[in-house]
């Protein structure tokens, strides 16, 4: 029987974390020729690649010196919370990754508190030390002093540290002597992770997550906690609320660098692929057929925040997607209820809409953008935080916040955050930056970063994670301005726009289709504004000096589907295909709206 090792990746955004299990890999194979240095083998996935930032729990395994390591490589944002909570389920330990320079992050936090809670012996890798000013010995202190506060045993509290690059790829356990590779981080891996136990007798695996094959449908992914698994053997599915069901493993496949490998049996302590078992759910137990014990299902956080979801019906619907109805929309929705664990749906106010709960705004619009490049049409509401009553009170979400900035911009952010009911908690100056921590309810930190990264001419890095519940701040007051709203369907004409630049910032260019209803920019003033920028100019036999002159426009503001999700008001939508997004009103007639307002009025 091989020898076996699994460990989670823990790191915030953008540390390292991938980088260093391609390292891993790379140096396991010795194959040079067979991978290109600098592609990230693990973050495959179009969106994780252009953000930096991994979505999806991934497995890889490696062999070193005799002993399979199964590395799960773990999502470092709070919003993929009910990622994080399955993939350490699977694991005996936990290499935490952190910037030599940034040190402990709240994501980091937010995953490491999770595994000091299960129990998970910590390796800490420091990477980057490569950086002009970092500061190594000073960040291993800052995680020390985290892990004791995080209630870290003894043991947890006695980790090995190993300083690196994982870009440069080497590791030491000395950071002013670089090494040629990173044979210490694995050598430690080996010395420090524990082997799984091995626990005889009737077969036990938690289903910690799923696979989708379009040749053999699901596949349940899990490590064996007790006992033997083997193709063809009968086994039950133990699901929620004592159900049973008996059913048969027609293959299985172990992690195997990259891909995936057959076998006839799997021992207690791997981590394996289970090949045609029907209507499982994460959190489910395949146990013995005879004696089916369940172990405990797997608790994930609960949502912080809903968004209405409806399918397209503005004037341009079904333009430029395939996927265009309610019965798309539903299909796609469910299809996703099956992997991502802290997703809610319910049928929404109408019949094509749906109500859909997520973990924050990046959770929701990770989903949103993943059903736009599958070519599906959509509108989305304005996302909304939900309330607790406890003890008889009104309770709402409240995040840790932290903000790196330079030292000129920090009371702009003081006064920006605090303006959204923000309490700032920690403030200390780290060479020419300064770190700033706050309490902040979750409403607060709609548009926040778009704004302070202006505030800031972009050198804010904001980070933040959910705390807990806590008495209702207040209003909080949202996006003063206006819009700007079309009032014909047409082509924007820049004549016109020209005309009405002193009303507001647009955020389309001239030679647009619009439609009537569309917000097409940013009122100066409180209120709403109807425009008609389709007006062309009138030609007569006339001339003037001056009257022909060329028409200069600003660059129109362009959102990012987060940002035009913080940034609609109560009364719009965004609508998102596969080519285009567009800010539009719910109701697209002025004199409908105007009525309907009235109404409200009354």
Known sequence: MQEIRNIAIIAHVDHGKTTIVDR???????????????????????????????ILAKNVSVVYKGVKINVIDTPGHSDFGGEVERVLNMADGVILLVDAFEGCMPQTRFVLQKAIEMGKKPVLVINKVDKLNCRPDEVQEEVFDLMFSLGATEDQLDFRTIYGSAKQGWMSYDWRNPTEDITPLLDTILEVIPAPEKVE???????????????????????????????????????????????????????????????EEVQCGDICAVVGIDGFEIGDTIADFENPEALPPIEVDEPTMSMLFCINNSPFFGKEGKFVTSRHLKERLDKELEKNLALRVKPGPNADSFIVYGRGVLHLSVLIETMRREGFELQVGQPKVLDKVIGGQRCEPIENLTIDLPEEFVGR???????????????????????????????????????LLTATQGEAVVAHRLKGYEPYKGDIERRTNGSLVSLETGLSVAYSMDKLQDRGRFFIEPGVEIYEGQVVGEHTRERDLNINICKTKKLTNMRASGSDDKVMLPPPIVFSLEEALEYIQEDELVEVTPKSMRLRKIILNEIERKRKSSDFSC
């Open 24 to 54: 891993m890999i790379y140096q396991a194979r010795q194959q040079r020729e067979q991978e290109k240095l600098g592609e990230l083998i693990l973050d495959n996935n179009d969106l994780e690649r252009e953000r930096g930032i991994t």
């Open 201 to 263: 007798g009737t077969p036990q695996m938690l289903i910690s997550s799923l696979e989708y094959s379009p040749y053999v449908g699901r596949i349940a992914v899990g490590r064996i906690t007790r006992g033997a698994l083997q193709a063809g053997q009968n086994i039950t599915l133990c699901k929620r609320y004592d159900i049973q069901q008996k059913q048969k493993i027609k293959e299985l496949m172990i992690f195997d660098g990259l891909g995936k490998s057959k076998v």
């Open 413 to 451: 952010a003081i006064e920006m955050v605090t303006r959204r009911k923000g309490a700032l908690i920690q403030m200390e100056g780290r060479g020419d930056r300064t770190h700033l921590e706050f309490d902040i309810p979750s409403r607060g930190l709609m548009g926040l970063r778009s704004n």
